[in-house]
């Protein structure tokens, strides 16, 4: 197998009513920075585009391959967008993370051009909203590759949400596939608190919960809330903020601190049923599930998104028992939920403020999705941070 020479990403990021001029000023940032590298080569980008420059998708596409012949290129479109430190929310603007990886370490796929042949390790997706059974497309591409997990997101878009996989794509899955010799981390921050504890489903019906351990659901619902359906005006408030974290029988519900782990499925609630005492949530679910029910918490969310970025530097650090020799993080890519960003966590740019002090000065884009991929799951409400790393040369031995 072919050793892994990547080692550096460049990043550029602009906002600009052109999108041409944006490019021109995030090229003038990428080349900038590569004239300190002589030895880099541009193989693979990863290029997001608030909703903004779709209309122009295409022309970007072509400007990218004039500037970096032979440059393969993967991505989507956004509400909003993210670069190191920096968010852009419906405002013309575009991220780019070029990445000198050698061709045979990644492939980059798309309807036109699916996945056939060795089977990869892991995948960067993205996804259209509009995709019928999304989640069950998501679990199947899971099942082949050679890790099971995946990380990407779902593009966001008012209009137009197109998808970018050397070419510019509508409907279904793109993304990038890449070999085990490509070193990667990804961590999922939930931000959820759960607000009672976990019980198995033991009824339902499509998306309605009958009963939790042999017992009513909403019987539970109310009592984990600690409200009566007398009082319908309060409820309904509260429930405006109530979630529910769905785990498949056998996956571990619980992280570390008690939060969800990556196996859950946060959900919103979306009706109850007095007369059944039943409770309707925007997933199907079947009895052997297990189910939380949860709500959102800034500062929860905060601290897991901290608690990731440290499992990272941590797992980064190696184990000289273990023989794990250390390695150093050389790009990184974050994709959040639109629910989430700096308006969630307190002010503008917030959120990525966040990872840039806890992870570090690291190159990083992504994007605001209307739906995360983690593992094998589709899920919301959260933030998927994915590292590439090389070993650390000046800290082994």
């Known amino acids: 197998m072919t050793e892994a020479c990547l080692s550096a990403a460049l990043l550029g990021h ?7 001029m944006a490019l021109a000023l995030a090229a003038a940032q990428l080349e900038s920075q590569r004239a300190g590298r002589p030895g880099f080569q541009a193989r693979l980008g990863l290029l997001y585009l608030t909703e903004a420059y779709a209309g122009q998708a295409e022309a970007l596409l072509d400007e990218i391959r004039q500037r970096w012949p032979g440059l393969q290129l993967a991505g989507t479109v956004g509400v909003g967008i993210a670069a190191s430190g920096v968010e852009y929310w419906d405002e013309p603007a575009l991220a780019l993370l070029l990445l000198d990886l050698p061709t045979d370490q990644f492939r980059v796929f798309s309807g036109r051009h699916p996945l056939e042949g060795d089977t990869p390790w892991t995948a960067l997706v993205h996804a259209d909203p509009s995709t019928p059974d999304l989640s069950e497309l998501v679990g199947e591409l899971a099942e082949r590759t050679g890790s099971g997990q995946l990380f990407g997101g ?6 137009r949400a197109v998808q970018l996989a050397n070419g510019v794509f ?15 981390v990804s961590r999922m921050s939930q931000g959820c608190q759960p607000i009672g504890p976990t ?11 009958l009963t939790l351990d042999e017992q009513p659901a909403l019987l539970f619902l109310l009592k984990d809330l600690g409200m009566r359906l007398s009082e319908p005006d309060p409820l309904m408030q509260r429930l405006r ?10 996956d571990a519900d619980r992280a ?20 059944r005492q039943a409770v309707a949530i925007a997933d199907w679910v079947e009895p052997g ?8 918490d800034v500062e929860m969310a905060r601290r897991d998104l901290v608690r990731i970025c440290a499992e ?12 794990l020799p250390p390695r150093r993080p050389v790009g990184a890519l974050y994709i959040s939920c639109t629910g989430r960003g700096g308006g969630h966590f307190g002010g503008p740019s917030a959120e990525l403020q966040i990872v840039r002090h806890a992870l570090g000065d690291v190159p990083l884009v992504g994007f605001f999705a209307a739906g995360e991929i983690a593992g094998r799951h589709l899920v919301s409400y959260t933030g998927v941070l994915t590292v590439f790393a090389v070993p650390d040369e000046g800290q082994a031995g």
């Open 170 to 184: 509508a409907g279904g899955l793109s993304g990038v596939a890449f070999s085990p010799a490509v070193d990667l």
């Open 14 to 20: 602009a906002t600009h009513p052109d999108a041409h």
């Open 256 to 275: 570390r601190g008690g939060q969800f782990g990556v196996d859950t499925r946060v959900r919103h609630l979306v009706g109850l049923d007095p007369t």
């Open 154 to 159: 779902v593009a966001s878009a008012r209009n």
């Open 241 to 250: 903020n109530v979630l529910a974290g769905l785990t498949d029988a056998g």
């Open 289 to 296: 599930q297990q189910l939380a029910f949860c709500q959102r």
């Open 312 to 323: 990272i530097r941590d797992e980064l650090a190696g184990d000289e028992e273990s023989g």
């Open 199 to 209: 019980r198995t489903v033991t009824a339902a019906e499509r998306n309605l919960v």
